[in-house]
């Protein structure tokens, strides 16, 4: 294994990013390996899209520095950024499939517009990227004709059409049903193993995510809680990994929203 | 004392929130503009938008010019026949529509149909990570996507206001020659004599091309700064349908200022 293999893809040190007055993120340092699937995981609202979109190049930091692949993603000019985006795949959580075209030319999209391949080279190679996902059979029909679980592998089969170094997934589990999520669960280990791509997998669905990670980051309030395997999440003794792991409904994370005594709200009309 | 400061302080912001817009504005039109060699590497794109604006909007522009024609024919008819002047009646419709009407009515009626479908569109792509899928597939949304919108829309506006003014003065001519007896040769005529080339026409030209890029800017431009939700995208095409309108006929009487004062 090269000294290159060693180094991490991603490399984040002192993240500091706001919304208007809400802080996103705090000083968030993470290391995400090569060729491994990593989650990141955390409660609704913590920032889980923000952190890809920082790592994709779409959002730039208040403070701090993303290093993909050794280059510092928000130094680079138009150019090189988009350059190096044709070696990173993103599957948003909506699919964000072109709704004008079939999804055979969705998944053609980014070799029409980065390659120079012949015709019969492109249909090939979309056809086994569709192969890959289950839905060569699929190729004729529209976006609006899918379902949400087909969306999401034509996204897939897209995201892998000019074989990336990585994909970043944004909660692909997100409102499918258990078969679709089987299948996703499914083709995001396989392909991570058979293509020797690297995943990064933004979810907060627990029992899905820790089946396919190899290594997980807990992000709460702006900063890294906890990371780990995930058997090592499995027995944290921090008492908020274990709410969240668990699915408490009242912990660190309190059931009631701060709010004034509820005699004293009652009896104030 | 507090009231007056929550006062300025409110105004301040929103004065600073229109100028930040105003700026995000100019600087999409600079973009849009610089990825011009988009279309000329790939004129598909073009044509393609040439269609959806333009074509689509045939129909719309030319029964609309032909009953504007219509009513200018009557009332024309009528006012000029007080002082039996109705042989007349062909260069008062078509002065009217080539220098005024068909440029202004064409660029209200664009803003309805072809302005507010571009921002529901853009709008709607912004909504469901089209926009920013593509700026992760390592293609630019704003050449890509903008760009052949907003060259779409500076080519048919002209064309399509050509058109009004073409259906109008049909219009004038069925009104005032088939229905109400002006000589058909007079009508003619007089129009080919008096409706200057530079005076009129060119500057009837000059003026859809500019409410054409304006139009079709404040339509990208509004569903590209949209709130990704359905209220915000609903905000962002009322908007364009109602500052398209203003900058029209603010511009159109700057425009005839220029062009036709002394």
Redesign the interface.
């Known amino acids: 294994m090269s000294v290159q293999d060693e180094t991490p893809l991603v490399k984040i040190r002192n993240l500091h990013f706001s919304r208007g007055n809400k802080v996103i993120f705090d000083g968030v340092d993470m290391d995400i390996p090569r060729r491994k699937v990593t989650a990141i995981m955390g409660p609704s609202g913590t920032g889980k899209t923000t952190l890809l979109k920082l790592i994709g190049g779409q959002l730039r930091p208040e403070q701090g520095t993303v290093e993909v692949d050794g280059e510092d993603i928000h130094s680079l000019n138009t150019k090189a950024l988009y350059k190096l985006r044709m070696r990173m795949g993103m599957l948003f959580q909506s699919g964000a499939l072109l709704t004008d075209i079939s999804v055979f030319e969705n998944v053609a999209y980014p070799l029409r517009e980065h390659t120079d391949l012949s015709s019969s080279m492109l249909r090939k190679l979309v056809l086994m990227k569709l192969e890959a996902v289950g839905l060569r059979g699929a190729r004729d029909m529209m976006p609006s004709e899918l379902s949400g679980g087909m969306a999401r592998r034509v996204a897939l089969a897209r995201a892998i059409a000019l074989d990336p170094m990585m994909i970043m997934y944004d909660e692909p589990f997100t409102g499918q049903d258990p078969i679709s999520m089987g299948v996703l669960v499914k083709l995001i280990r396989s392909l991570n193993d058979a293509a020797h791509i690297s995943s990064i997998v933004v979810s907060h669905d627990v029992q899905e995510t820790l089946e396919i990670a190899d290594q997980v980051f807990v992000i709460s309030n702006g900063k890294v809680v906890e990371s780990g395997s995930p058997n090592e999440l499995a027995v944290s003794k921090l008492d908020w990994t274990q709410q969240f792991v668990k699915g408490l409904p009242d912990g660190p994370v309190p059931f009631h929203y701060p709010a004034d005594d509820l005699n004293e709200d009652l009896l104030n009309s | 004392m507090r009231v007056i400061m929550d006062y300025f302080v409110n105004l301040g912001r929103k004065v600073i929130a229109a100028l930040e817009k105003t700026g995000r504005g100019h600087m999409l039109f600079v973009k849009m503009v610089a990825g011009f060699d988009e279309i000329l590497r790939r004129p598909s794109l073009l044509i393609r938008q040439l269609f959806y604006i333009g074509v689509l909007s045939v129909l719309l522009i030319s029964l609309s010019g032909f009953f504007v024609g219509m009513v200018l024919g009557l009332q024309g008819f009528y006012t000029l026949s007080q002082f039996g002047a109705e042989a007349s009646l062909g260069v008062m419709v078509a002065a009217s529509l080539v220098r005024e009407l068909g440029p202004v009515v064409t660029a209200l009626l664009f803003a309805g149909r072809a302005g507010s479908a571009l921002t529901a569109e853009i709008g709607l792509m912004k909504a469901?990570?089209?926009l920013?899928?593509l700026?992760?597939?390592?293609?630019?949304p704003v050449r890509r996507v903008l760009t052949p919108r907003m060259f779409g829309g500076i080519v048919s506006m002209p064309l399509l206001a050509a058109m009004f003014s073409m259906f109008g003065v049909l219009g004038g001519w069925f009104v005032g020659v088939g229905l109400l007896g002006v000589d058909d040769g007079t009508y003619w005529s007089q129009m080919q004599g008096k409706i200057d080339l530079h005076e009129d026409i060119y500057n009837g030209v000059i003026k859809s091309v500019v409410f054409g890029v304006v139009c079709t800017w404040i339509a990208l431009f509004e569903g590209f700064d949209s709130t990704p939700t359905s209220e915000g995208l609903s905000r962002a095409t009322t908007r364009t349908v109602v500052h398209s309108a203003f900058a029209i006929l603010g511009l159109d009487f700057i425009l005839t200022a220029m062009m036709f004062g002394e």
């Open positions: 469901t990570e089209q920013s899928g700026e992760m597939m390592a293609v630019n």
